[in-house]
């Protein structure tokens, strides 16, 4: 495999927006203690049917260890799922995976971020993170793809969404954080991802989700449904924790202009709950010095926002909630040509993300 000292951008390099067409989803299978409740049993029958719900629309290749790999490999038996062994510190994709970048000419590489757990010893989730900061490169070996790797800035790609036309949306809770690359200024970040990912207007929103453990991801928050059209979770009420940071979020959305000059639409997507893990839930998880502990008192950061495109689908969790149907039917509006497929996400939820954060999209090789 080729590492790259050029950019993206100077080789023609573009990240794709994720309904743009893909060759492959991959996951990484959930089985660390300190994570996942009751040694990642309950964890591992929601990823086995978000990985059989994405083998319904495009392949998936879902990475596992040594010794679960037995495990893995009988419970994900459909026909559109390949299972690879591959060691990690823990099961989130979108975070540790490459950022795909495409070219007209049909290439297809990866931009290979550096990655702390988030936060790294400055509020990281856990201690080390070296194996998951490899899955990237292993990743785009076996897919024998170029990598361009980012050596000492620190990105995790549910940080960002991209209309695939020149915008980017993220959030100043994440990465402006100082756990993240406080040697940078927001001028030379935003520089990073222009040269990386070959955009031209990064759009900032003050913060992500309420108690988000990720410093406020925002494809827990805000997402592209199209471009010009964005998805924001959103409350009315102002006793939820969450309404000051629709609030300013909206503020932002509403004066912003993307790329192309458009006004951006806004749609909102409810917030379910609230909700929280049960004594039980909290009590199946390891304590482990310097991993998240888990308590029933803490406000799960559940958002319906958090799903995957698919070719011809979203992939989108539920949570046992009133909301949930009405979720499924803004999805269904704002999405007409997809199918959409609601996949339980509590036990996602409960290692503290949802379906887009263990997933990563490969775009399909364009020729255009
Ligand atoms: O949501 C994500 N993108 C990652 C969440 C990591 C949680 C670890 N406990």
């Known amino acids: 495999m080729t590492t790259l000292t ?28 300190d994570n996942w409740r009751l040694g990642g049993k309950p964890a591992q029958i929601a990823f086995t049917a978000v990985a059989k719900a994405i083998a319904e629309f495009e392949p998936v290749t879902v990475c596992v260890s040594a010794g679960q790999y037995e495990n893995a490999h ?15 510190d823990d099961a989130w994709v979108r975070d540790t995976g490459p950022t795909f970048v495409t070219n007209s000419h049909g290439e297809v590489r990866g931009v290979d971020w550096a990655f702390n757990a988030w936060g790294g010893l400055d509020g990281g989730l856990y201690f080390p993170w070296s194996r998951d900061d490899q899955v990237a490169r292993k990743l785009l070996e076996v897919e024998g793809c170029a990598r361009y790797r980012t050596e000492g800035f620190i990105l995790e790609g549910g940080s960002i969404h991209v209309d695939g036309e020149g915008t980017l949306i993220t959030t100043e809770e994440c990465l402006l954080n100082r756990n993240r690359n406080p040697h940078l200024s927001r001028e030379a970040i935003e520089d990073v991802l222009r040269t990386h990912l070959a955009v031209d207007t990064v759009i900032w929103l003050p913060d992500g989700l309420f108690n988000d453990e990720t410093d406020g991801h925002v494809d827990n928050f805000c997402c592209y449904v199209r471009p010009g059209e964005v998805l924001l979770a959103w409350t009315d009420d102002p006793q939820n924790p969450n309404y000051p940071r629709c609030q300013a979020a909206m503020q932002v959305l509403e004066h912003a202009r993307d790329a192309k000059g458009r006004q951006l639409i806004v749609h909102k997507m409810p917030i379910p709950g609230p909700l929280h893990a049960t004594a039980e839930e909290c009590a199946g998880v390891d304590l482990v010095a310097g991993s998240q502990q888990r308590s029933p008192d803490v406000r799960l950061a559940g958002s319906y926002v958090n799903f995957l495109i698919v070719n011809g689908g979203i992939i989108a969790p539920s949570f046992d909630d009133p ?16 199918r959409i497929v609601l996949v339980p996400g ?23």
């Open 6 to 33: 050029s950019t993206p951008r100077t080789d023609g390099f573009r990240m794709p927006a994720e309904w743009e067409p893909h060759s492959q989803t991959w996951m990484v299978w959930p089985e660390r203690p």
């Open 346 to 368: 509590r036990e996602i939820l409960l290692g503290g993300g949802n379906i887009h954060c263990i997933t990563q999209q490969q775009p399909a090789p364009q020729r255009t």
């Open 74 to 88: 009988a419970r994900l038996d459909h026909n559109n799922i390949r299972v690879l062994e591959m060691s990690s």
């Open 323 to 338: 909301l949930d149907e009405e979720a499924r039917s803004i999805l269904t509006r704002v999405f007409p040509e997809h």
